[in-house]
């Protein structure tokens, strides 16, 4: 008898709750859970992993990968927990002494994770020239008087040459026995920037651990032998290896991972997609099937980086938002709503409630509005659920024609556990997809995920550019494989040349990504 094909699990942590898919070998789903999440994040992971484990039944074994979408590196962040103290070397002296690193960070974070920062020689021109050579006997210096869990290496232009950036990560490994973040890997040009990130980066090696650590064990505990992954902010997964090295990719996850979710369930590639959680809306637009990336730099916990993030457009609207005679939000009850909404028999009117009063009520739970009924709602708290309901319409029209920027022939796809709550037509919006399984669209993104890595350099333009940018898409492919692909069906799925001016000698940048399906 021929063996039955492996299944997949998602799983998908966000604010209020934890989801969790199995997909069959067609890709389609045949188990499904919703749990809340809780404080430590890792009880809720468990709790949704038992209950699709349990719709299997004689099924469980033939799991051969799991992929967890998380949100502990930027609770972590945004907490001020758990980070690890970082010594902070940057390659750069004399040309960058002006702006010293962490300048711009918040006093408690800088607090919390630096250990010391340094500037040394080294660097290199935007032509890869080098502005001097490295400092390595600063460097050990400086480590020498430092007490530090990891250290970040940012070294001048690393995107155009990363000499400097390996020769300090080979000298702290080999002396020192430090985990190391290089900035090169990480973020793209712009120094401080790309700084903030690598540092990001060797702070969360703990928090890493302990969630990689926490899966494989909880996978472990159940008798199940697949192969661990994490999901990456651009809608891709890394493997556990990779994910404990590259912690900081695993931030903005969440919506990647509903935007890559979207896509598969409503059979669209080009589209807006909004997934109303319970405490906030996301709203990002798919460009073939991935999400559009960010232009800008993104601030996590007050702080600037510029690695690639999905575009993505946050509101305080959710299944849990709190109405008042004021108006709504920004408050949520949360994962508490099974308890405290008043279609649930608690006494705080939410954005749940206030869609059922006006008849928007999933096909699943039409005893919700009949609950609703029986309530006895006086008519001010109608009154008060009727104008929550036409605020929270103004809401989305307004944000998706924020991110729609002028283009109205795209569909909206609806997902999550609040998408019920979106009225049937939205203008800047060709029409509005509900796809089935859309409440677990987040997991659903994680489960089907593809392995991903990018390059993003400065090369010449002259005659050996061809040479160069073949050498960036091999580097793409390289580090595809690294995060976990199939090296047979990894592709090159972006690239993009962008001429530089005013430089003595004329140069592009480029980015490649390369993806592929995951090694089996």
Known sequence: MADLPELGVGIDVGGTNTDAVVLDGDGRVIAKAKRPTTPDVTGGLRAALDAVLEELDAGVGRIGRVMLGTTHATNAILERRNLGRVAVVRLGAPATTSVPPLSDWPDDLREAVSAGEAIVPGGHYVDGREISAPGLD?????????????????????????????????????????????????????????????????????????????????????????????????????????????????????????????????????????????????????????????????????????????????????????????????????????????????GTATMTDAAVAAGRTPDEATEWRDRLQKGDMSEEIVDILQRAVATADEMVIDAVDRMALGKTDRPLVAVGGGAFMLPDRIPGASRVIRPEHAEVANAVGAAIALASGRVDTILPAGDSRSEAIERAKEEAARRAVAAGADPSGVEIVDLLEVPLSYLSEPAVRVHVKAAGPLAR
Do not use: C, K, W
């Open 138 to 346: 600063e460097v050990r210096r400086f480590l020498d008087a430092t007490q530090a869990d990891a250290v970040a290496v940012t070294s001048v232009f690393s995107p155009a040459s990363a000499e400097h950036e390996r020769l300090v990560e080979e000298l702290v490994r080999a002396e020192y026995g430090l985990p190391v973040s290089a900035s090169h890997e990480i973020g793209a040009l712009g120094l401080l920037e790309r700084e903030n990130a690598t540092v990001l980066n060797a702070a969360l090696y703990g928090v890493a651990a302990h969630v990689t650590d926490a899966l494989v064990t909880a996978l472990a505990e159940r008798n199940l032998t697949a192969r661990p992954y994490l999901a990456q902010n651009d809608g891709t997964l890394m493997t556990v290896e990779h994910a404990a090295r590259l912690p900081v990719s695993t931030i903005g996850s969440g919506p990647a991972n509903s935007l890559r979710g979207a896509a598969y369930l409503s059979g669209v590639a080009d589209a807006i997609v909004v997934d109303v959680g319970g405490t906030s809306t996301d709203l990002g637009v798919l460009a073939g099937g991935f999400p559009r990336e960010s232009a800008a730099a993104v601030e996590i916990g007050g702080v600037l980086t510029n690695f690639r993030m999905p575009d993505i457009l946050a509101i305080a609207l959710g299944g849990g938002t709190i109405v008042r005679s004021g108006g709504i939000g920004p408050g949520s009850v949360g994962y508490r709503i099974v308890e405290e909404a008043l279609v649930f028999g608690g």
